[in-house]
């Protein structure tokens, strides 16, 4: 009796989500689920999910194809009014789309509100487009001649999406490639299918046509599936670089459309001008911010000697009261790491920085296990002092709550540590000084750079992505994402009533 209800209370406890393909939430082809747990507390489900497959990867691709030349000809106002509408959704829905995040995922309660408005924010900027879109004229160089440039939508994209933003990132793929015409296939950030399907599902609300958007939910099968199937013609991925890079030789096999987001190992240099309580506040909020586990993370200060030890005693003392736990609570500053493999890589590289790069330990360095932290995947904030340039820990890209302090003496030393890593994606500077400033900002090599402002908190309406090992060149957000999502075409239309050879006959001046 006991063991009866006690399974009917797990039944009904337990909430099962579908896949979204051609209108239609449905299982996967397979029947198989998994489970989504809360990294703050995983004897907590927060739902059952559908683990796709080939099969759904087709079936949601066959979708997307059905509806889009219907799509590809609303026109573009029509597109962003429906989008609109899905801002309006998302704001109606943010608190509830905020606590269900920090659930999935574990990032404290204003920072989820923050990933969710960041996604609001990226539906009107970007539905906006839907009334430019702009291409151009140009002359031709015949007479009678008429030469310009349009946007076209590439066709059917494929958006494979992190869990670090579970709703900001989805929207900076989908709503672009929406308001350009196009129809998706999403596959969801496995550790955080919840935050993707609430978007989906508000894309439902809004109105946007049955096979425009599609979910898959999964891993890496469906993901490849996506990847390899011969009628998408666009992939967009944020992630890791291994698996970016597979991406890119697979699409560079197929010639497909890529663009990637990668890691990064940003760094903040803080000079010995800086206003150095500004600078620490700064280095707690990029370093520990979402628990580190952002692409933009500060995971390198480097300081001037000048003020190391000064800057060093503020920070630690700052970071050893930092609380952490359960994003839930309103007290919390500091959530847990996403998931058991995540936790198990960051104490590797703690381990990593103290016996192998030999840097010192300044605080923190343990998973914590007392009482309700035993039940998630919780890392003390930690801190690394006398890093050096070459180190593991200075150079690979660690992805929790773990920065390094290293010290400099000169700008232009300063500067090529800040370069001195594979990834290129945020950088920073802490100066009072106009000529450091704009020295710094010239000569950093990144896709992002703050002055007087941590490596995080990009805004939506400018261009987001990095140089060297983070990107292959595009970048999301801003007008610039437009040009990930559409091609050119250049029209000419000549009203001369005769045969004009361009380049070759001769123009009377
Ligand atoms: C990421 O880290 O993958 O700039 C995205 C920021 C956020 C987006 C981060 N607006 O920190």
Known sequence: MAKAKEAKIRKTAVKTYHNYIGGEWVKSASGEWFNNLNPADTTDIVGRFPVSNEEDVNRAVEAAKSAATKWRRTPAPKRAELLFTLGEIL??????????????????????????????????????????????????????????????????????????????????????????????????????????????????????????????????????????????????????????????????????????????????????????????????????????????????????????????????????????????????????????????????????????????????????????????????????????????IEQEEIFGPVTSVVPFATLDEAIDIVNGVKYGLSSAIYTQDVNNAFHAMQELYTGICYVNSATIGAEVHLPFGGTKGTGNGHREAGTQVLDIFSEWKALYIDYSGKLQKAQIDAVEI
Not at 115 to 125: F, G, K, R
Request: proline letters at 4%.
């Open 91 to 392: 704001r109606e829905n943010k608190e509830d789309f905020t606590r269900q995040m920090t659930r999935e995922m574990g990032k404290v309660l204003k920072e989820a509100g923050g990933d969710v408005q960041e996604a609001i924010d990226c539906t009107y900027y970007t539905a906006g487009e839907g009334r430019r879109l702009h291409g151009f004229t140009t002359p031709a160089e015949m007479p009678n001649k008429f030469a310009m440039c349009v946007r076209q939508p590439v066709g059917i994209c494929g958006l494979i999406t992190p869990f670090n933003f579970p709703m900001a990132i989805p929207s900076w793929k989908l709503i672009p490639a929406l308001v350009c015409g196009n129809t998706v296939v999403i596959k969801s950030g496995e550790d955080v299918p919840l935050s993707t399907i609430n978007l989906v599902k508000a894309c439902e609300k809004a109105g946007i046509p049955k096979g425009v958007v599609n979910i898959v939910n999964g891993f890496g099968e469906a993901g490849a599936s996506l990847v390899g199937h011969k009628d998408v013609r666009l992939i967009s991925f944020t992630g890791s670089t291994d698996t970016g890079r597979i991406i890119a030789e697979q699409c560079a096999r197929d010639n497909k459309i890529v663009s990637l987001e990668m890691g990064g190992k940003n760094a903040i240099i803080v000079m010995d001008d800086a206003d150095i309580d500004n600078a620490v506040e700064g280095s707690l909020w990029g370093a520990f911010g979402t628990s580190g586990q952002r692409c933009t993370a500060s995971s390198r200060l480097v300081v001037h000697k000048k003020i190391y030890k000064k800057f060093c005693d503020k920070l630690v003392e700052k970071v050893k009261q930092l609380r952490v736990g359960n994003g839930l609570d309103p007290k919390t500053e500091v959530g847990p790491v996403i998931n058991e493999a995540a936790m198990e890589k960051i104490l590797g590289y703690i381990h990593i920085g103290k016996n192998q790069d030999k840097a010192t330990l300044a605080c923190g360095g343990n998973r914590l296990t007392k009482g309700d932290y035993a039940k998630g995947y919780f890392i003390e904030p930690t801190v690394f002092t006398n890093v050096k340039p070459g180190m593991r």
